[in-house]
């Protein structure tokens, strides 16, 4: 099985500070992806990586980045948190090739108070 | 580009009741669809998917049908459980695209 491991299940950080969320996969696949989920607003793709050190903004990439200096690892970055981003984040992986089956972590829920 | 329109929940029914979430998208060529279900607290699990016309996924007693015709992929389960109770997220990935797309999710209350 397919396992995405996203490394904090629940964080609570202040505005201003710099988050880290680590998500990591080993299935091999060359994708990955990081979504945030808000209630009314579904899923919305954050930022994806198709290769190590290789990255594409998403719908909402402002606000975070990411790192992949691995291809089992892709970590999104919060530059300086702020109540806004109070949100369920999701990594995901998928193998190359288009319209394949993504498959998800737990999520992590993320407060910024 | 793509888009999915899944019904708005939330559904509430009552234990044994069939099920039906309905599921439209647009898209270019031919995409693969898929249905997603999240239980309370967890990530995103695939369901079922399909690749081509009138293929049909199923899986758990779910079932959907990939119509081309109508650009649909309705979800589908003939008795449901308490344990089906979920937000279910219907999918389509674009030939040629990494991404899926995601509708909005429809939130299922199932009560014995």
Known sequence: DVKVTQSSRYLVKRTGEKVFLECVQD?????????????????????????VKMKEKGDIPEGYSVSREKKERFSLILESASTNQTSMYLCASSVANSGNTIYFGEGSWLTVV | ?????????????????????????????????????????????????????????????????????????????????????????????????????FGKGTKLSVIP
């Open chain 1, 27 to 51: 299935m091999d696949h060359e994708n990955m992806f990081w979504y945030r989920q808000d209630p009314g607003l579904g899923l919305r793709l954050i930022y994806f990586s198709y290769d």
């Open chain 2, 1 to 101: 580009g793509d888009s999915v329109t899944q019904m708005e929940g939330p559904v509430t029914l009552s234990e044994e009741a069939f099920l039906t979430i309905n599921c439209t998208y647009t898209a270019t060529g031919y995409p693969s669809l898929f249905w997603y279900v999240q239980y309370p607290g967890e990530g995103l699990q695939l369901l079922l998917k399909a690749t081509k016309a009138d293929d049909k996924g199923s899986n758990k007693g779910f079932e959907a049908t990939y119509r081309k015709e109508t650009t649909s992929f309705h979800l589908e389960k003939g008795s449901v459980q308490v344990s089906d109770s979920a937000v279910y997220f219907c999918a389509i990935g674009g030939a040629g695209s990494y991404q899926l797309t």
